[in-house]
């Protein structure tokens, strides 16, 4: 039976990539004027993805996943105990240069920002006198009040936990959206938005209820938050890079385009049922909500401080233990239990699972933590299916929880025979990932054959050390077909065949 559905996800991968023949269109021609959304709402049934996964059935997991819905690129990691067990990434960063995705590449977060925005504030608050329960407006120069509530106080708190009655108004919102960083500063946005008479004021800005009374997901509010670090000690992009992203050695880590190189961001997409369609790099004035870019492996590094109580390699801390306590602590149980500060909590595949997704246009994104079990999972796409997104976070905590640790003890007791894995993605447009694993260091090397067995072409001939080992085909100039690629050392050879559709 295993067998058969492998040969069924076969054919149903080879006919998914051929209906899926890519073309683009120029990134002009897409609206990025659409609202984003709540994406506390999880938009997937994930019963028949909660069985247990080793490394084998995960890659094929995300394979069809990728296929099936039109993901150009994911990268992909599970974590255990601080330790990263499963680190992989597929298709493409920039479809048009075929260029794939690693775990270096950086990726549009979305709303996985609002953590990182988050952890910033806290920071702040342990270095400064406020309380979460003051008045938002006692450290702005300016009153933020729902004009229908002008006696009801919005708190820090609040802003922080969806509840603030502040409304995400996308008549206004969604223009102000462009290609690039926004030029419109933080805090002359947030004013002319939240105070009446204001350039971006709208009634519609607020809710027509009173703070604290009704939960609504809020971007605007989550903006105002970083513009508090601004207001309480320092420009908010600065206290991240000195604060947070800088002692994590996150490098490549930024809210603005301008601080990276764009060549190595992966580009988002839009499937409209034939062709892929780049949105270009969009940023927007409220930027502290979504706009961070970061790569898997430094999202990484956050998590896991994050998940160890702020501290990481012994010695590097971004926050005490009792903040990240309060930060994963529901604030308003009653109103909903499951909004921590920022963090919010899911029940997923029978446990709580806390972290945060990320949605906007050509990207799905997630990180998430299983408190019980002190497993992580972190998933970046540049692709616009979230279920699937869900489906593969929850498969890596599955792996980090039950294969990942056995796997890689095995892996570091070496194997006594090479292996070779099948390449991913498979059948692939102009560039796959070939992995293999050496048991010791030895000279190598690794060939493409078409069928009647003509050497197409070499990617490697030379030593390699002992270990694992990710060889990148760019089969650009290829006719379409089947290939094979051989994996050859002094005494032991591999084979395996492959698609490739252009």
Known sequence: MLQLLTHMHKIVLILLWIVGATTFINASSIDIHEPEYDVRIEQVECDEFIVPRDSASLDSLICYKMAENHIPGLTSMAIRDGQILWNQSYGYAVLEDSMPVADTTIFYLGSVSKTATGVALMQVWENYPFDLGDDVSDYLTFTVRNPLYPDSVITIRMIMTHMSSINDNYDILGPLNIQGDSPIPLGYFLEQYLVPGGEYYSPDNYNPWPPATQDDYCNVAAALAG??????????????????????????????????????????????????????HIGKPYYPCGTLRTSSNQLARFLVAFMQYGLIDDTVRILDSATVELMTTPQYPILNPEQGLFWYRKFLDGRWIWGHQGVFDGIRTRIAFDRSNNTGAIVLTN????????????????????????EKESRAAMPSMVRL?????????????????????????????????????????????????????NAGGIPSGVYYYRLSTGDQSRTKRTILLN
Not at 230 to 250: G, K, N, Q, R, Y
Not at 383 to 406: C, H, K, M, P, R
Not at 438 to 443: G, I, S
Request: hydrophobic share 40%; proline share 5%.
């Open 383 to 406: 692709g616009e299916d979230i279920s699937s997104v869900t489906q593969i976070t929850i498969a890596l905590l599955n792996y980090a929880a039950q294969f990942g640790v056995a």
């Open 421 to 473: 894995f099948q390449n991913c993605p498979n059948p692939f447009h102009s560039v796959t990932n070939i992995r293999f694993v050496l048991p010791e260091a030895d000279d190598i090397s690794l060939k493409i054959y078409n069928v009647i067995g003509q050497e197409v072409r070499t990617l490697v001939d030379h030593k390699l050390e002992a270990g694992e080992h990710k060889i990148v085909w």
């Open 227 to 280: 513009y508090l670090v601004e207001t309480v000690a320092d420009s908010f992009p600065i206290w991240c890079h000195d604060s947070l992203f800088e002692i994590l050695s996150m490098n490549e880590t930024s809210y603005f385009l301008v601080d990276l190189d764009t060549s190595n961001i992966a580009m988002p997409y839009h499937w409209d049922g034939s062709t892929h369609v780049p949105y270009g």
